[in-house]
């Protein structure tokens, strides 16, 4: 009979709890179900109302990183430093703190805050020091010491690195101003230089036809029509001159923009080297 | 054993109250996300329905929570999820109706999510599993919405029709269709006299310009073939005649076209404003 | 069993679509109307707001031949139209350049969708603001694609 009294008891006092689904710890429950289901605003929500009631670490890590997922980095880097002191995961959240940053896109904020040191996680180091290199990859700061760079990564990669670092110091970019003189020479021959060969051809067929009839008409002294063709043949040199420049920029456009997919798709491949978050 | 019979049930009464308890708990907590669907609190009342979910142990509310995501999803225009969300709820339905109706639902929003030959899918599989009246004037009233949406009035006209033969919808669409014009005749008659189209379509301006064109760019190549100027004859015919003519052509086209999509458009916009009865 | 595993992969299917719910939404009406995207003479070409003698001249050469005279430039926006968007965001130095570079790479005959992206009208895509020499507001879509 004492027995009985105690389950039923226990039923009753556990069924109370969990009746009140606004209470604190019902609250954490569901927040924890959406938290694992990816559906990280209702998760916040959730979150912000527990944390009223309980101090939890890794809640409040859980309630930042809902924020990190979201894509609200500044939003999550604030919220991480709440567990920056005296908290087991410490480590874990300076290092989502760095990644924030990171991946908020302000590599000047990030890299500001990883010189400074003052939350650099010890377990980590290694991790942020990659982040820092990669940061570098990714903007258009003064790339930093070779040396340095490719020594951060591990070496199964550093050929990849080496190549990325060459590849960004020394982009493979076709000048402007080379291209437009070279038309300037002989027209076409600086789109054939960007590599638009058959555009190129085109270029010196339609000066070269025009200059010929212009030539041809003042011969046979029809000044009109060689004024005419003179005037169409100097608009289409010009022309020439201007869209080669305009291939060669294209050309460099390309050239950073597959630089730009090659490295994201690189670094997003192998988790930008950083440690699974089982948090 | 008296003893033990009273202890026994003792400990049902208590578990019982419990259960009722929590019943009256997760009938309130379905009526307040109720309420914040009734006042277009869309995404706060899912969270209410994934709270009750989440909770209901007894299952009791399965079936209308996840019917009512999917119906709150659909309002944000989010037909992916809500049809996963009644589909969901299909697999927790209880009877053949609340089957139904969460069929209808993926049907509905496969149709605004521009997917009706998914929507047609769905409906003739429905019409092979449910042979009773309602149901099969509910399919062809759906069916009849889907080929709206598909601008073929014709044979939505033919499934509300099955509904009712003087069914109100079924004579808007005879009306539409009535009103469209034919791309064919429009393309045909260019061919024969340039402009003829677009002045069929109602473009006369368009169409006078064309046919002055073509008469221009005409008198022009057989005036310079007379005078023997074979070079002229052929660059006019090529350059001027024969591009006016077939852009005279793809205008004609072009014109029917768009003018029938403008009345299809018109009559959409209409139902979806003035008709009251169901619509996707 | 077969029911539970549906609804198990339901469940899981739903979790990709989590992200809908990242930003709080509100309701959305749908409009019921049919997209008109088949039509390709009737679609609006980009076109910047500009005045005087070159909408004048645009607005002419537009009503007496280039609606009449049928779809003809392989790209998108249509020579005619790289010309006066050119002319307006460019000036009357650049802009003349520009359509003449353009001009002659239509008369190109061996270009193709190896050299420009497609754009969804099904043409050439070949915007002006790639002409201008300013590397930042270059638009790059993979080439062979569709363009915006």
């Avoid at chain 1, 190549?163 to 080379?178: D, E, G, V």
């Avoid at chain 1, 291209?179 to 638009?196: D, F, Q, R, T």
């Avoid at chain 3, 899981?12 to 003479?41: F, G, H, M, P, R």
Wanted: hydrophobic share 40%; net charge neutral; glycine share 6%.
């Amino acid at each position: 009979m004492p027995m009985i009294i105690t389950y039923s008891d226990m039923l009753c006092q556990d069924s109370s709890k969990d009746l009140d689904l606004f209470s604190y710890k019902s609250r954490l429950k569901f927040g924890n179900h959406l938290y694992f289901e990816k559906d990280y605003l209702r998760a916040s929500y959730e979150f912000r109302e527990y944390l009223k009631y309980e101090d939890n670490d890794t809640i409040r890590f859980r309630f930042a990183n809902c924020f990190y997922n979201i894509g609200r980095y500044i939003e999550a880097a604030d919220n991480f430093k709440s567990t920056f002191y005296n908290s087991t995961i410490q480590d874990e959240s300076r290092l989502a703190y760095f990644k924030s940053l990171f991946f908020s896109g302000d590599f000047n904020l990030f890299r500001n805050s990883s010189r400074n040191e003052i939350y650099l996680p010890e377990k980590y180091l290694t991790e942020v020091n990659r982040l820092y290199f990669t940061s570098f990859l990714m903007d258009n700061s003064v790339l930093p010491d070779t040396g340095n760079f490719i020594s951060a990564f591990p070496d199964s990669n550093k050929n990849d690195i080496r190549n990325f670092y060459i590849q960004k110091k020394f982009p493979q970019y076709k000048s402007p101003t080379t291209a437009a003189l070279l038309s300037s020479v002989i027209p076409g021959l600086g789109k054939i230089y960007v590599g638009n060969i058959t555009d190129g051809l085109t270029s010196f067929l339609v000066t070269g036809v025009l200059t010929f009839l212009a030539i041809d008409n003042f011969k046979h002294k029809h000044s009109f029509r060689g004024w005419l063709f003179t005037g169409l043949g100097a608009f289409f040199y010009a022309g020439n001159i201007y869209g080669s420049a305009a291939a060669a920029t294209i050309f460099n456009a390309g050239v950073k923009f597959n630089f730009d997919n090659d490295v994201k798709s690189y670094f997003e491949k192998r988790n930008y080297f950083l440690p699974e978050n089982n948090l | 054993m008296m003893k033990k019979f009273l202890c026994k049930l003792i400990f049902y009464f208590l578990v019982s109250l419990v259960s009722v308890q929590a019943q009256n708990e997760f009938s309130s907590q379905f009526d307040y996300a109720n309420t914040l669907f009734k006042t277009g609190n869309y995404f706060d009342a899912i969270t209410e329905y994934k709270r009750l979910i989440f909770f209901d142990s007894t299952k009791t509310y399965y079936y209308r929570p996840y019917f009512q995501i999917g119906i709150c999803y659909k309002a944000g225009a989010k037909f992916d999820e809500a049809i996963k969300y009644f589909s969901i709820s299909e697999l927790n339905s209880s009877d053949d109706l609340e089957r139904f109706d969460s069929k209808i639902e993926i049907v509905r929003c496969n149709i605004l999510r521009g997917t009706t030959s998914r929507a047609h899918q769905l409906l003739n599989e429905m019409e092979l599993k449910y042979t009773g009246n309602n149901s099969k004037d509910s399919i062809n009233y759906w069916r009849g919405w889907a080929y709206m949406f598909e601008d073929d009035w014709t044979s939505a006209a033919a499934s509300f029709a099955k509904i009712n033969p003087n069914h109100e919808l079924k004579l808007i669409c005879d009306r539409v269709e009535k009103e469209k014009v034919s791309v064919t005749f429009a393309t045909v008659i260019s061919y024969i006299l340039p402009g003829a189209g677009q002045i069929y379509t109602g473009n006369f301006l368009s169409g006078l310009l064309s046919l002055g064109w073509n008469v221009l760019s005409a008198y022009l190549t057989i005036n310079a073939f007379n005078a023997d100027r074979i070079f002229d004859g052929i660059a006019i015919l090529t350059l001027i005649w024969q591009r006016f003519y077939r852009g005279n052509i793809q205008n004609a086209e072009e014109f029917a076209k768009s003018k029938n999509i403008d009345i299809a458009n018109s009559a959409l916009i209409n139902l979806q404003k003035q008709f009251r009865g169901a619509k996707p | 069993m077969i029911k539970s595993i549906i609804f198990c992969l339901l469940l899981v299917s739903t979790l990709s679509y989590a992200q809908t719910d990242w930003v709080k939404w509100d309701a959305v009406e749908v409009s019921y109307k049919i997209s008109n995207a088949s039509s390709k003479i009737i679609i609006t070409q980009k076109q910047s707001p500009d005045s005087g003698i070159i909408s004048f001249l645009r607005n002419t050469y537009a009503f007496f031949i280039s609606d009449l005279d049928g779809d003809n430039c392989p790209f998108y926006p249509s020579c005619s139209h790289f010309f006066v968007q050119a002319i307006s965001e460019s000036g009357m130095i650049k802009g003349p350049l520009m359509f003449a570079d353009r001009f002659m790479r239509d008369l190109n005959f061996f270009k193709s969708k190896n050299n420009y992206p497609i754009h969804r009208i099904g043409k050439f895509h070949d915007p002006v603001s790639n002409y201008t020499l300013n590397e930042q507001v270059i638009e790059i879509t993979p080439i062979g694609s569709i363009g915006d």
